[in-house]
DNA sequence: GTATATCATTACTAAATAGTAAAGATTAGT
DNA sequence: ACTAATCTTTACTATTTAGTAATGATATAC
């Protein structure tokens, strides 16, 4: 369960070129701010531009300009741009079929999926509802601290087995 | 982010194992179940046993037990044996620092780190509620579905900025 | 104590992701 | 037009992760 480099520094780049608000950002300047190759902030830039996140200028005094103001960019946005992430149960079981033509699980209505997708949905609730300008002015939502979780299903009886020490 | 597979593979066969009770699983079962090679449930088992999460037994009647009983073992446990994943902020910054000697941010309290720390712990917090018992059992916690986002920190107000139409 | 069924370990190959390199295209300024 | 600064595109290499293969070790049953 983690974070791709291409997310991290792709979400990184997206918030230089909104701090520079209206003046063209250049690769070199990213690049130099982040400490990544010129290289490969290009690589990303080209990505979050081919999903319309950002614009581009070429030739002298050229640069990067977001494609849109910064309270329009959501992080679900940009990280949807950057990586193909599952969403809910749906798309984790597709993911993982096992060598099965699918989920091994999918008859008996496994119960992982409902945690993937309590998960993936929840990562998309809190990407969904913050967007550039909020980062960028340290008004970051955060989740209730006291959320707590409840149970969805009635408890099946189980038998007590004998599990010992090891 | 997404889960690995090695996490999904290895949770599954987990649940394998739980459902099998006091009687020894062998890899070659699990593998069918899963649809999964024997060599690759194998590994993943021996990832688990190192773990402590399951013991093994050798020899003609052997096979794969929990270490403890299923109300025990949380979804936490076994992913963190699987994989070794950020449980925070702090450890994204660690495993993003660019080129740069640390995170590029820090200096400047990046908001990124916020956003990335409250998933972080949200997907901790979800995992560390869910113990295979439950998941059996298909008694999953699951977030309150009307959980809200609130403000963090006070706003700072942004020069307004042209972003036209591209 | 031998045969067989199981796990254990290591080394290897394949695939996906991360990151680099180099040559091409466009624009601004002169 | 020419030059230089910038983005564009494609192809490549490196690293990590996924998955396989083969040999070794141990326990049961007879």
Redesign the pocket.
């Known amino acids: 369960m983690?974070?791709?480099?291409?997310?991290?520094?792709g979400l990184r780049c997206m918030l230089q070129v909104a701090m520079s608000k209206d003046h063209?950002?250049?690769?070199?300047?990213?690049a130099e701010a982040e400490g990544?190759?010129?290289?490969?902030v290009?690589?990303l830039?080209?990505i979050l531009?081919?999903a319309g996140l950002v614009k581009?200028?070429?030739?002298?005094?050229?640069?990067?300009l977001l494609a849109q103001s910064p309270d329009q960019i959501t992080m679900s946005r940009v990280t949807e741009a950057l990586?193909?992430n599952p969403k809910d149960e749906e798309e984790v079981c597709r993911k993982?079929p096992g060598?099965l033509s699918r989920c091994a699980h999918i008859k008996e209505n496994c119960s992982l999926r409902s945690v993937w997708g309590n998960i993936y949905r929840e990562i998309w609730r809190v990407l969904n509802n913050v967007t550039l300008e909020q980062i960028l002015n340290h008004r970051i939502p955060a989740l209730e601290p006291g959320t707590t979780l409840h149970v969805l299903n009635q408890p099946i009886a189980g038998k007590e087995t004998d599990y010992g020490s090891a």
Chains 1, 2 share one sequence.
């Open positions: 983690k974070i791709t480099s291409t997310e991290e520094y063209p950002l250049e690769i070199r300047t990213i990544l190759s010129t290289a490969y290009g690589k830039l080209h531009k081919k581009s200028l070429r030739g002298p005094r050229g640069g990067y990586s193909r993982f060598e």
